[in-house]
């Protein structure tokens, strides 16, 4: 079905004519004449049927409507732009992947290995948005997400990273030497993810042990904070051992209890079912899955 688009044209010499608030001086940087800019301007208005500038004697003002529409199209202007400028760059090869990542993750184990990818594919360009936007797909520049949870995003692949190989640390001063059962960790406060909050129960139901009192003590939105708790005495956190390698080597955190158990909850590669065809996704996701397996080796398929 043919879009329900105005000419390109006509859009660029309104956005131009209100910027400048003149046809003149639209005309000017558009190296056309006054009444050629006027004519498009008038073309867009027939067309959308609306009045979009106030013709006054001291030059044109935008109608409400005309500044609402305004600032829609410069949005797409500048997609088209920038699109068209990728293009030319790359001559359609390599390109931009818009990605968000968690935090912390991004942070503490993407980072520090993305010069990685960036030497294997250095025609590809890795641009991070806000992580707020990342739950929502519907967003047109975003490409992938790094999500937390257990894999199941209606609408969304979903590849496991890392992140379900979980350590009991608390302060080595608190700790000079590991618990001996599980039950002793519950003499001791336990801390808690807000986005992993049935991981203690999780954790203790694996070990085999009561989880009354697992869903009990502070909560932190974020690992980097609950690992910072856990160094400074507050309590035990559980936190993925990918986080934490250097806190671990250097001694600022220590394992409380020597007991393997795996979370249902790790980190996420997701990218909408649309975009999975995408050569810069294809590209990363390899390099990525492969950085993963080189980081938590497992047999258990995740």
């Given amino acids: 079905m043919r879009r329900l688009c105005p000419s390109l044209t006509d859009l660029q010499a309104f956005e131009m004519a209100a910027r400048h608030g003149s046809f003149t001086r639209a005309a000017q940087e558009l190296s056309v004449t006054q009444g050629a800019v006027s004519k498009q301007v008038k073309q867009l208005e027939q067309f959308v049927g609306v009045e979009l500038f106030l013709r006054l004697r001291h030059g044109l003002v935008l109608t409400e409507a005309g500044r609402a529409y305004l600032a829609k199209i410069q949005i797409g202007l500048g997609q088209i732009e920038a699109a068209t400028l990728e293009l030319i760059s790359h001559q359609g090869q390599g390109g931009t992947l818009h990605l968000t990542s968690m935090p912390t993750f991004g942070a503490r184990w993407l980072i520090p290995r993305l010069s990685g990818f960036m030497r294997l594919r250095p025609d590809i360009h890795v641009e991070f948005l806000p992580h707020r936007k990342g739950y929502d797909f519907s967003t047109p520049e975003l490409d992938a997400a790094v999500r937390f949870g257990e894999g199941v995003w209606p609408g969304s692949g979903a590849d496991y990273i890392v992140g379900r190989g979980v350590v009991p640390v608390g302060s080595p001063k608190l700790f000079p030497r590991p618990c001996k059962t599980p039950e002793e960790l519950l003499k001791h406060p336990l801390m808690h993810h807000t986005s992993a909050l049935e991981g203690w129960t999780d954790w203790f139901t694996q070990a085999g042990c009561d989880t009354r009192r697992t869903r009990e003590g502070a909560r932190f939105d974020q690992y980097s904070l609950l690992s910072q708790a856990a160094a400074a005495g507050f309590g035990i956190a559980l936190i993925p051992r990918c986080l934490i390698e ?50 938590e080796p497992r047999t258990d398929g995740r």
Avoid: N
């Avoid at 393997?260 to 050569?279: D, F, M, W």
């Fill in 246 to 295: 250097d806190e671990l080597r250097d001694g600022k955190l220590a394992p409380v209890i020597d007991l393997q158990i795996r979370a249902r909850q790790g980190y996420y590669l997701c990218y909408p079912e649309t975009k999975s065809h995408l050569p810069t996704l294809q590209a990363f996701r390899q390099w990525l899955m492969e950085a993963s397996l080189a980081a």
